[in-house]
């Protein structure tokens, strides 16, 4: 006990590279699926994988007749809610040493709109998490603003979020996350994300993070989806 507290510790502040493929199809103007393949380069080593598919669902609480373009390519028109479910499959990050993490998903996404055209998504969202055969179940709250932006050539966004992890089995392992990106607009079906977020230290269990974000988010839909 004693050696690994030690080597808890130690750990120091984690430096990370998180490159990241996600992939939408929209099937109408209600589903969406969604698939997402992410990895882990920490401290100049490969330490984690993630691939996961989704299926979203938008509804309507109240009327809107606006869209939200923040999402770029793939405006969630007049919807102000939106579910997602699905399943992930990953390792954890190499300062945790259980690896192997099964994951159902389930999130409600509420969508708010706030003076200088800027939006406000509130996210809850609970991990059914399974690690190595354990039941761990983590819920996360985020809160994040988002603004577009347009020059003459160039249209992208701004955002920012926080987001805290409760661990319903084991408080200790809690932690807070903020983060600060942007989205850019490269054609119809593709855009390019890069951010930083760093993790806040919590005790001996969860250590400081540093993590520079480079995503590609790629775009397709059918011919029942009119955007």
């Keep these: 006990m004693g050696v690994n507290k030690l080597e808890a510790q130690s750990m120091g502040t984690q430096n990370e590279i998180l490159p990241e493929v996600d992939a939408y199809y929209r099937i109408n103007n209600r589903f969406r699926l969604y698939g997402l393949i992410s990895g882990i380069r920490a401290n100049s080593e490969n330490t984690d994988g993630t691939a996961g598919v989704y299926v979203d669902y938008f509804a309507r609480l109240w009327e809107r007749d606006k869209k939200n373009q923040t999402e770029m390519n793939d405006s969630v028109r007049g919807y102000n809610w939106w579910l997602r479910g699905g399943y992930s499959y990953s390792q954890a990050p190499s300062y945790e040493k259980k ?129």
């Excluded at 509130?122 to 190595?132: A, G, L, M, Q, S």
């Excluded at 761990?136 to 160039?154: A, D, I, M, S, W």
């Excluded at 955002?159 to 600060?180: H, I, P, V």
């Excluded at 119809?188 to 930083?196: A, G, M, N």
Aim: glycine share 4%; with cysteine; aromatic share 22%.
């Design 99 to 227: 690896k192997d993490v099964n994951i159902f998903e389930t999130e409600l996404n509420n969508i708010f709109r706030l003076p200088c055209k800027t939006v406000m998504i509130f996210r809850n969202r609970i991990d059914w998490r399974w690690v190595n055969g354990d039941f761990l179940p983590v819920y996360r709250l985020r809160l994040k603003f988002v603004r577009n932006l347009k020059t003459e050539y160039l249209n992208f966004n701004v955002y920012t979020w926080g987001e805290y992890f409760f661990y319903l089995n084991n408080y200790a392992q809690d932690k807070f996350r903020l983060c600060f990106g942007t989205v850019f607009k490269v054609l119809k079906s593709l855009s390019f994300e890069v951010y930083y977020r760093y993790q806040f230290p919590n005790g001996i269990l969860v250590p400081a993070v540093n993590a520079i974000g480079i995503q590609f988010n790629l775009y397709f839909s059918s011919k029942h989806y009119s955007s």
